[in-house]
């Protein structure tokens, strides 16, 4: 026992500095409260306060407050993602989920469309943007629901990764040959392919909020289910969990944080992947936590990805959802590359 | 004849080794004044036009609409999707879009030429099977005169050319001197698509508002069509706004666009999706489009008058 003690004592010294849960957590709390005071003075002329209060207060306040959530809930997505399915790669957008909900809003445009009606997702009242929100879970739920069926459970991680890429391809030219047919919808929808954060208002703010404090409630929960299925399904059955009812029920709170997400700002890649990996690299955490930081970590991603996008060409703004796959591409090209020479070396 | 040849052949050989595409009118003009016998396109080749194309495939709606302006749509055999203008192009066979234009289809309808856009994916395979292609992209006004003339070069009446550019700009003159004096230099807005895309002014929409002495809320060096920061417009406080009846519909619930003074003064412009197409694509119906722009604005003059 000394020898190994020893040996682990050596590889992993004490002497250095570690990051523990809650001051990693005080750390990106920090960060909000700083990008939220950037993201109220990044304007379309450079940074300034004095705008006029329709501008911070109708424009900038809920786009910044909307990134921060559409973010806390793609970064709480992809642990509950990662935890249910044991892999390290899943995230709402490798599960189908994303797609699916793709598939539902352009049918939503294209049905707005033929029947007169025209929904804009820059600017939907109450009813079509609850429509939407709506169609979108449905969708994303649809879109999970089918990979899990193709992949027969989600007890054969890779098999479920292989059926949630076919899924995702699958839907998302079904959406593609609708946009073919229905210019309208394909104009309506190439906003949103590329994410937008530019049109998040208060109406916007409120459903997304919801839909964090409701999936947070359920997810944070459901933490201890998460660790003991690290243990392998058995081992957490044998422990008493109704494992196959909280999966069900972490698949349902997935699709409605996806869901919600991408009808309110479109397609934003790569938060819900990469917010996890950033905190399960920083800090040793339970599901518990991991989930509850990750939220916070996604939001910093994609509320920063919005502060940069629309401050690096003002007045213009880059799609924020191409920074995200761009930034978030990288980084998870790096990670992989360190691993694959640390499993050389 | 014998004389112009050897300068034409000079010339043309000597444009096309310094690789001028984006001189194309200057190319076409000379040609057109020189012989019709070929003309050049804007990607620097040559296609002859001895004897004029009697089936010709359009595939971009512009082009389609200038080939009917020159009086050759009865030579039209095959459209793209999209094409809707004039309306009897409506019932002829459709193959396909920019994105997946049908080349078999194509193939089928055997034509003389097929006109491009210089983007359309089709034009590689095309030229692979020995189907003459004249790529044309008119992403100015200036462009809109030069593919106007090359392809009146091209249907052997270079003249029908020079004529419809005549046309076109007097409509323009005719459109500007409706525009009430006090309605000039006003601030457009012209919203292409909701993102916000707008019409800047180095556009061809940016361009004709100026023609009709309007000024643009976005300005030129942005590039023709920028995505927008939201909030840009509500700080530039355009004083007259344009888009179409679509964009329109949720313009006022935006967030903070109710604070937009030309949507609460009802200084808009919203066209119908059928007649914001002619405002929307650069073609011989921009004469048209500046009739609209003018009447439209006539129509907020008269409203705002006390």
């Known amino acids: ?345 | 004849m014998t004389r112009i040849r050897p300068a034409r052949h000079r010339m043309g050989l000597a444009l096309l080794g310094l690789g001028i595409v984006s001189c194309g009118g200057v190319v076409a003009d000379t040609l057109a004044l020189t012989d019709h016998a070929a003309v050049l396109d804007d990607r620097g080749r040559a296609i002859a036009s001895n004897p004029p194309p009697t089936r010709i495939v359009t595939l971009l709606p512009s082009l389609t609409e200038t080939v009917c302006e020159l009086g050759a749509c009865s030579r039209i055999v095959g459209t793209d999707r999209y094409s809707n203008w004039p309306p009897l192009v409506r019932s002829l066979p459709k193959v396909g879009g920019l994105e997946d234009p049908s080349l078999e289809r194509i193939v089928a309808l055997h034509p003389d030429v097929v006109l491009a856009s210089r983007s359309s994916r089709v034009i590689d395979r095309l030229d692979e099977l020995g189907i003459p292609v004249v790529a044309l992209e008119a992403n100015t006004i200036g462009d809109v005169r030069r593919v106007l003339v090359v392809t009146a070069t091209l249907l052997g009446d270079p003249a029908a050319g020079v004529d419809a550019w005549q046309r076109l700009q007097t409509r323009i003159k005719v459109a500007a001197a409706q525009i009430p004096p006090v309605m000039r230099g006003n601030s457009v807005y012209f919203e292409v698509s909701e993102a916000p895309y707008a019409a800047g002014a180095s556009s061809f929409i940016g361009e004709l508002l100026g023609m009709l002495g309007m000024s643009n809320a976005v300005p030129g060096n942005l590039g023709p069509f920028p995505k927008l920061n939201p909030e840009f417009i509500v700080r530039v406080q355009p004083s007259i706004v344009m888009t179409s009846e679509r964009e329109f519909a949720g313009m006022r619930d935006r967030p903070g666009w109710s604070g937009l003074r030309a949507l609460q003064l009802g200084r808009i412009c919203a066209f119908p999706a059928e007649r914001f197409e002619v405002l929307i694509r650069p073609g011989p119906r921009l004469g048209e489009a500046a009739n609209m722009l003018s009447s439209c604005l006539v129509k907020i003059n008269s409203r705002g008058a006390p």
Not at chain 1, 82 to 89: S, V
Not at chain 1, 177 to 197: C, H, K
Not at chain 1, 248 to 263: D, H, K, N, R
């Open chain 1, 1 to 345: 026992v000394t020898i190994v003690q020893d040996v682990v004592g050596t590889r992993e010294p004490n002497t250095g500095f570690r990051w523990t849960p809650a001051m990693l957590g005080a750390v990106l709390a920090l960060a909000t409260l700083v990008l939220l005071i950037c993201g109220l003075g990044a304007g379309s002329s450079g940074w300034s306060l004095n705008d006029g209060s329709t501008v911070i207060w109708e424009i900038r306040a809920p786009r910044t407050v909307g990134s921060f959530l559409v973010g806390a809930l793609l970064g709480q997505s992809g642990a509950v993602a990662q935890g249910i399915f044991r892999n390290p790669l899943a995230e709402p957008y490798l599960l189908g989920s994303a797609s699916g909900a793709t598939l539902a809003i352009v049918l939503v445009l294209a049905a707005g469309h033929l029947t007169g009606v025209p929904i804009s997702i820059a600017a939907a009242a109450w009813l079509p943007r609850l429509g939407l929100v709506g169609a979108a879970f449905v969708g994303a739920l649809g879109g999970i629901g089918l990979t899990v069926v193709l992949a027969r459970g989600a007890a054969r991680p890779t098999v479920l990764l292989l059926a949630g890429v076919v899924v995702g391809v699958v839907l998302g030219a079904f959406a593609n040959l609708l946009m073919l047919v229905s210019p309208e919808a394909l104009r309506g929808a190439q906003v949103f392919l590329l994410g937008n954060t530019g049109f998040l208002g208060w109406r916007s703010v409120a459903p997304l909020l919801l839909a964090l404090v409701l999936t947070l409630a359920v997810t944070t929960r459901s933490g201890r289910a998460l660790d003991a299925l690290v243990l392998g399904e058995s081992t957490a059955v044998s422990l008493g969990l109704p494992v196959a009812r909280i999966r069900l029920l972490l698949i349902g709170t997935l699709a409605l944080c996806t869901g919600t997400a991408v009808a309110e700002s479109g397609l934003i890649a790569f938060v819900g992947l990469v917010a996890p990996h950033i905190v399960r690299r920083s800090v040793v955490v339970n599901h518990s936590g991991l989930i509850a930081i990750s939220a916070l970590a996604g939001g910093v991603l994609l509320l920063a990805a919005d502060v940069v996008a629309r401050t690096v060409l003002a007045p213009q703004e880059l799609p924020v959802g191409l920074l995200t796959a761009v930034v978030g591409g990288i980084y998870l090209l790096l990670l992989l590359h360190r691993r694959t020479r640390a499993v050389v070396e």
